[in-house]
């Protein structure tokens, strides 16, 4: 009788949202601020990615919400013309050249930057030496660009004319007009601002490593390579893998500010990537359902390579971003 009783007794119900509302009244109220901003500024500007398929122009309505509704629609017209052009396949050319050069250079600095510091056993000089570190990242991207320029100008710059005495007068590398140095320059520059600041996070998962795996490895002999290559290294794999996921889903976002910044007539061959041709699209000329078609492109290709990397990493075993 009693088993028979335990079988029907009824399950315990969740917690309502009324309920859970009056439990956290003001955790709720406090995400009140965050949620508004994403629906301002992230979710609502959504609805101009019908521009890309209109013959849009601000002109056709009274206002511009009116426009949205008098632009007739072509389809995936804009998506031929801009597939199409002479300019894809360029600005999709420049853009892979920095991104995979940065993924290549630039993703693994702040992780050897990391490993580095980690090993260093004096706290004052380790301290010391994050805070060094950290200082570039803010640093204004108009700055670090007038540095550049000042530094390895052609008349007066400190370090072309170090170049100069290595290489000699004329054949010393122009860094600022070379085409052929554009994307290191830019990686350079990415390196020297973010490098230090991004080993907050790798330091982070450093510092939940079990300091007792390191005093069994040394009990077994091994040297402070092999505790770094055996325990360091598996111990924040996880985290790489994420970051990695990320940086991959941002390979068609090379930073519209710098490149802008750094641009001349002499490069613009190799520094016109999507972030400047939407600007130059969109604002300058107007064009906007080009420069929507564009913008909405590389959202997609970068939905796309985030979802891919994540599978990949699932099936080498990692756990993934989500």
């Known amino acids: 009788m009693s088993q028979k009783a335990e079988r029907f007794v009824p399950q315990k119900r969740g917690v309502s949202l009324k309920q859970a509302y009056r439990s956290h009244k003001w955790l709720y109220l406090m995400i009140i601020p965050g949620v508004i901003y994403l629906l301002v500024f992230h979710y609502l500007p959504m609805g101009g990615l019908i521009m890309a398929f209109q013959d849009f122009s601000p002109y056709n309505g009274d206002t511009m919400l ?15 013309k801009f597939f199409t052009g002479p300019d894809f396949i360029r600005i999709l050319t420049n853009t892979l050249s920095i991104s995979i050069a940065s993924l290549i250079f630039y993703f693994p600095a702040p992780i050897l930057l990391a490993l580095l510091l980690n090993e260093i056993k004096n706290m004052a000089f380790k301290k010391a030496a994050q805070t060094m570190v950290y200082i570039p990242h803010f640093i204004s991207m108009v700055i670090v660009a007038a540095l550049t320029a000042q530094l390895f100008s ?64 040394e009990v077994d002999g091994a040297n402070r390579w092999q505790k770094m290559w055996h325990i360091t290294l598996p111990a924040i794999r996880s985290t790489i893998v994420i970051m990695l996921i990320l940086k991959v889903g941002t390979i068609l976002n090379t930073g519209y500010e710098q490149i802008f910044l750094m641009q001349n007539s002499m490069n613009r061959a190799v520094s016109d990537v999507f972030d400047t041709y939407i600007y130059t699209k969109g604002v300058v000329n107007g064009n906007y359902s080009m420069a929507t078609a564009a913008g909405m492109f590389k959202s997609i290709v970068c939905m796309i390579m985030v979802l891919g990397a994540n599978k990949l990493a699932k099936l080498f075993g990692e756990s993934g971003f989500y």
Do not use: C
């Open 66 to 80: 009116g426009a949205f509704f008098h632009s007739p629609f072509v389809g995936l017209a804009v998506f031929r």
């Open 154 to 217: 052609t008349t007066d710059g400190l370090v072309y004319h170090w170049l100069t005495g290595i290489f000699g007068k004329n054949h010393a590398p122009d860094i600022m007009s070379n085409p052929k140095l554009f994307v290191s320059m830019i990686v350079g520059q990415n390196m020297w601002k973010e490098t230090g600041y991004g080993t907050i996070i790798f330091l982070a998962a450093l510092s939940g490593v079990d300091v007792q795996l390191y005093e069994a490895a």
